[in-house]
């Protein structure tokens, strides 16, 4: 079971469930660093599907 999870979790960018959610990540940066520039045509939040963030 270790070697498992070990292999899930050894590298976080692959775009699978258990990885960090990275397109959201940018997307939230992205949106507050326009917030901050006064832009108002922002895009639109990464949102989960079945329960898991990309």
């Known amino acids: 079971m270790m ?3 070990g292999e899930n979790t050894a590298n976080l960018f692959q775009g699978l469930i258990y990885d960090i959610a990275m397109m959201a990540l940018c997307r939230t940066i992205e949106i507050n660093l326009s ?3 006064g832009k ?5 939040s990464i949102k989960a ?3 898991v963030l990309m």
């Open 49 to 51: 599907k079945n329960g």
């Open 35 to 37: 917030e901050m520039l």
């Open 40 to 44: 108002t045509d922002l895009p639109p």
């Open 3 to 5: 070697d498992i999870v």
